[in-house]
């Protein structure tokens, strides 16, 4: 079964507190994105990466960080540093070898900060 | 940077009705696409439209693009209480890089049986 894989679901931090946000795929795609989503709002996106090792910043990075040490997984870390980190946090994926394509989302987590 | 606009923000329609949702965008794009989302949940790819193409239809879905006017529509025909979802218009620009979808902050449409 391909696809996207999130997890947690749901997740609780403590202020002060980093923690990591898993983004798994099977679809064997190079891109992979992390987007924020806030209450009746659309998606922000936080860092992406092309390949393998590369990952640029997006429009709201600060206070987060990831890696892209192979292509199938995409972490995000929320550090202490991002100060209003409550939101939904949503991972997607594309084949970027096909210009005309859509992208693949995960079912998101949910962080709150407790 | 959030580009595309979706108008309205909300929409209520009775079961049976029609429903079009607009998004409008600022820059040249490659192609636009139509996402679909419930309540809590992740987002789901509903069509997509190349540049070079006035309309398209999938299904009860048809989605019109203007490329003079940088807008778009979706219209969801003979609606379905399972279409109450938010919906958004994402919009990918000309191969520079692999920049990634742009998303609008979406309509959400509610339909009553």
């Known amino acids: 079964d391909g696809g996207i894989t999130q997890s947690p679901k749901y997740l609780f931090r403590k202020e002060g507190q980093n923690v990591t946000l898993s983004c798994e795929q099977n679809?064997?795609?190079?891109?992979m994105y992390w987007y924020r989503q806030d209450p009746g709002q659309g998606l922000r996106l936080i860092y992406y990466?092309?390949?393998?090792?590369?990952?640029q910043k997006g429009d709201i990075a600060e206070g987060y960080s990831v890696s892209r040490e192979k292509k199938e997984s995409f972490p995000l870390t929320v550090t202490s540093a991002q100060k209003n980190p409550t939101a939904f946090y949503l991972c997607?994926?594309?084949?970027?070898?096909?210009?005309?394509?859509?992208?693949?989302f995960g079912q998101g987590t949910r962080l709150t900060v407790v | 940077s959030q580009q595309g606009e979706e108008d309205p923000q909300a929409l209520s329609i009775q079961e049976g009705e029609n429903a079009t949702m607009n998004c409008s965008y600022k820059?040249?794009?490659?192609?636009l696409q139509w996402y679909r989302q419930n309540s809590g949940r992740g987002l789901v790819h509903l069509i997509l439209?190349?540049?070079?193409?006035r309309e398209k239809h999938s299904g009860r879905l048809r989605v019109t693009l203007d490329t003079s006017k940088k807008s778009s529509s979706l219209l969801i025909t003979a609606s379905r209480a399972a279409d109450t979802a938010s919906y958004f218009c994402?919009?990918?620009?000309?191969?520079?890089?692999?920049?990634?979808?742009?998303f609008g902050k979406g309509t959400r449409l509610s339909v009553i049986a």
């Open positions: 997607a994926s594309m084949d970027r070898g096909n210009m005309n394509t859509e992208a693949f």
């Open positions: 679809l064997n795609h190079d891109a």
């Open positions: 990466s092309q390949i393998v090792n590369d990952f």
């Open positions: 820059t040249s794009i490659n192609n």
């Open positions: 439209i190349r540049s070079n193409e």
């Open positions: 994402a919009t990918a620009e000309p191969y520079s890089g692999n920049t990634p979808l742009v």
